[in-house]
């Protein structure tokens, strides 16, 4: 509980994302929730049902200009984010944001939001969910004091989700296992049989993405809308694994296994934190605001997260290796060259015989 001046907040989507941000600010002592924008009536009724003092609007710019704030939460889809940030910005006296994953829908757009924010000299929260979750900052934690000797490979099974929906957040834990080491290069191949679509993107009906940081760190990741998972009681499953051992860890459990050659297959139980992982990282943003500090380190590792989605999409799309970053020059994509088939002898290329 905190003896502060309770900041004003607005939150712009009524959607799943939204609705765990509306839930925290209700919770929270460092926080009075006064407005809630959303185009849709279904949902900003359910809001007014949990407290009739939230102002409701049917448009954020319309809730900016009759109810200013001290905190706004961008809670829609990813393609809005940008210029509802900007916008968000615009607020006098705004203090501090929360910017649902993905930062944006594209790399280059997570790249201004975060940098619109810092040139404002704001902080910044991100939710990600295992970055307010006991058992999995415990897991980052053994991993960086080298627990499991050096990190060598992430191998990530995740069923009924997608690469920029939920991958996004395991490939940010990805990111924060390796301290944000830069990733070199992404491969990957996608399937879209099905036209799947989830959360307003079009997305995969199965893929595989490969990643690689610069000193060989490696993330394996399978996604998809029926991956067959070697546990089928959690929807995302890791296995962190170092010279000296490795980590098995289902998504948001509270325990994880630990087997190195003094733990032969130990499970740690993790006492849960007490509040939810968006009033854990909203909380954050109130104590950035009340000391003056600013902590970009989730922020900037969701960003390196969303170019490795970029990344995986682009190489799906283009059938080839995309290096980082990804809008830098990448190699050049022959359209006569099929792997797998008998060479021709003519037609030039190189000689793998001669490597």
């Known amino acids: 509980m905190s003896d502060r001046r309770p900041l004003t907040a607005a939150v712009i989507g009524a959607g799943a ?28 009724e359910r809001v007014r049902a949990k407290d009739p003092g939230i102002q409701t609007f049917t448009s954020a710019e319309e809730m900016f200009a009759a109810r200013p704030t001290d905190v706004v939460c961008v809670s829609t889809y ?6 509802l940030t900007r916008a968000a910005l615009d607020i ?17 757009a997570g790249r201004e939001i975060l940098g619109l924010i810092k040139a404002a000299g704001l902080p910044v929260v991100v939710p990600h969910g295992l970055m307010a979750q006991a058992a999995a900052l415990e897991i980052v934690e053994r991993v960086r004091r080298g627990d499991i000797g050096a990190l060598r490979l992430v191998e990530i099974e995740c069923t009924s ?14 990111v924060s ?45 399978h996604t998809g809308d029926f991956v067959p998972m070697s546990r089928n009681d959690t929807v995302a499953l890791f296995r962190i694994v170092g010279d000296d051992g490795f980590i098995e860890f289902g998504a948001y459990e509270g325990h994880y296994i630990l087997v190195t050659a003094d733990n032969p297959r130990v499970r740690f139980d993790v006492t849960p934190f007490e509040v939810s992982g968006h009033q854990r990282h909203l909380e954050f943003l109130a104590e950035q605001i009340a000391s003056g500090t600013r902590d970009y380190s989730i922020p900037d590792s969701s960003l390196q997260a969303l170019e490795v989605v970029e990344a995986a999409y682009r190489s799906a799309r283009e059938h080839g290796t995309v290096l980082l970053p990804v809008d830098g020059t ?18 030039g290329g190189r000689n793998g015989r001669e490597l």
């Open 177 to 221: 296992l390796t301290g944000g080491e830069p990733v070199e290069f992404v491969l990957a191949a996608a399937d879209s049989s099905t036209r799947t679509f989830r959360d307003g993107m079009q997305v995969e009906t199965d893929a595989v993405t490969l990643a690689r940081t610069a000193s060989g760190v490696r993330v394996v990741m």
């Open 330 to 347: 990448q190699p050049a994509r022959p359209d006569d060259w099929n792997p797998g088939a008998p060479y021709s002898g003519t037609g």
């Open 161 to 174: 989700w997608d690469i920029i929906n939920a991958g996004i957040h395991w490939l940010q834990f990805f």
């Open 92 to 108: 006098p006296g705004l203090s501090g944001l929360l910017v649902e994953k993905p930062l944006g829908d594209t790399t280059a």
């Open 17 to 44: 994302g939204g609705t765990l941000s509306i839930d925290a600010l209700i919770a929270s002592d460092d926080f009075q929730l006064v407005a809630v924008a959303d185009m849709s009536e279904a949902a900003l």
């Open 78 to 83: 990813a393609p809005t984010h940008l210029p």
